[in-house]
């Protein structure tokens, strides 16, 4: 088991900026792709960006391309997702999953465990 929990959402203008933080506990020791999923009200949680075990591969959604970087600390079991250049449609709940999936996953329906989100909202 892995327990994944999420910090740094919050309130910020268009054109800010704010990153994410997901720690993980619990059965760390495996290699896990790791990813950031968003749902906004009334919508499906979608895919935002992944990284592999070791950080060698990347992946993001085209809406967030140029504007995101995804990250990790393998000796602090971290993850991290820069949000730059922040627009009023990036805003939802943030999640971060865990899967033993190799290589890059972006289907929901991949990754084996789930934080509790955290809301990120931007003004206009």
């Known amino acids: 088991q892995v327990q994944l929990v999420e910090s740094g959402g919050g309130l910020v203008q268009a054109g800010g900026s704010l990153r994410l933080v997901c720690a993980a506990s619990g059965r760390t020791s495996r290699t896990y792709t790791m990813g950031w999923f968003r749902q906004a009200s009334g919508k499906e949680r979608e895919f935002v960006a992944a990284?592999?075990?070791?950080?060698?591969?990347?992946g993001f959604a085209d809406s967030v391309k140029g504007r995101f970087t995804i990250s990790r600390d393998g000796a602090k079991n971290t993850v991290y997702l820069q949000m730059n250049s922040l627009k009023p449609e990036d805003t939802a709940v943030y999640y971060c999953a865990a899967t033993t999936t190799i290589g890059i996953a972006t289907f929901k329906a991949q990754y084996d465990y789930w934080g509790q989100g955290t809301q990120v909202t931007v003004s206009s």
């Open positions: 990284i592999t075990w070791n950080g060698g591969s990347t």
